[in-house]
């Protein structure tokens, strides 16, 4: 059975000292938002989307393939920091993404979608899209605690790109990403596993 995170250790098992990654053009399952994760329903909504629609076409398809279905991810983008110095997150935007095998077409995707809506017809089906992402080089760590202390993680991916040659690049469609080892309903804070993941560039001397 087809493992990603066994098949590419560079990609789903770095450690807690940062590395330097180049990450391939990639097919997922996406839906766009804004919100506060852990308040907002449309984020709860795009995450059993996506999990229905994942695991729907992996059943489907069991003939063509078997394989674990992915983690969860999520690209990330923020307007800023409240007053007190603390990221607002009822104004993040993110995009939900859970990974799918090359096999999985616009067609794959409507037939899962049909399936779903039957099943759930108060999901919001239409929202999710195919999309391949190619992130390239980035440098990423193993972030092991509460995703509010993410970043103390992330200053020290930020240090070891300066001290490599490298800058940190989040312009464009360059976003801050999170890979979700662990679930936050079955998993104390403290011990949460979570990949964060930023792209970058050969700094200009």
């Known amino acids: 059975m087809m493992d990603f995170k066994k098949d590419r250790k560079d990609l789903y098992q770095p450690t807690t000292a940062p590395s330097v990654v180049d990450v391939p053009a990639m097919v997922f399952l996406a839906v766009d938002g804004a919100g506060d994760p852990n308040t907002s329903p449309a984020y709860a909504a795009a995450i059993e989307t996506l999990y229905g629609l994942s695991y729907g076409i992996k059943m489907a398809h069991k003939h063509v393939l078997e394989y674990v279905v992915p983690p969860l991810e999520g690209f990330w983008t923020g307007e800023g920091a409240s007053q007190s110095g603390v990221l607002d997150k009822d104004k993040l935007r993110w995009t939900a993404v859970i990974r799918q095998p ?77 890979l979700y080892l662990s679930d936050p309903r079955k998993t104390a804070p403290e011990k949460l596993k979570t990949i964060l993941r930023h792209p970058v560039t050969l700094a200009v001397i």
């Open 102 to 178: 090359d096999f999985v077409t616009a067609e794959v995707l409507d037939d899962a979608k049909a399936t779903l809506a039957k099943r759930k017809p108060a999901l919001d089906v239409a929202s999710a899209r195919l999309e391949t992402l190619a992130e390239g080089l980035c440098v990423q760590i193993l972030h092991v605690g509460s995703y509010d202390l993410e970043p103390a993680s992330v200053a020290a991916m930020e240090r070891f790109a300066t001290a490599q040659g490298y800058a940190i690049d989040l312009a464009g469609q360059r976003r801050h990403h999170e």
